[in-house]
């Protein structure tokens, strides 16, 4: 099944969150670093996210390069 990617820059972050809850998605961060994360929430500047581990994390919204969704095509 194909699958296409939407990648959200640091730039668009704001208003696309909202519509990421749930998704499973990379964080790309500005350290270089991925993380494959399921977006939970955002709290004021930062983005409350489950890993892979099922661990809640808190992620600045300045430390995120980008963020890539894939969906199915």
Known sequence: MAKRQQRITSKELPGAI??????LS???L????ALQVTPLSRQDSSL??????GKKRTI???DIEEIIVEHSA
């Open 60 to 62: 600045p919204l300045s």
């Open 30 to 33: 500005r350290n270089g670093r």
């Open 18 to 23: 909202e519509g990421l809850a749930g998704q």
């Open 26 to 28: 990379t964080l790309v």
């Open 48 to 53: 409350v996210v489950k890993d892979m581990l």
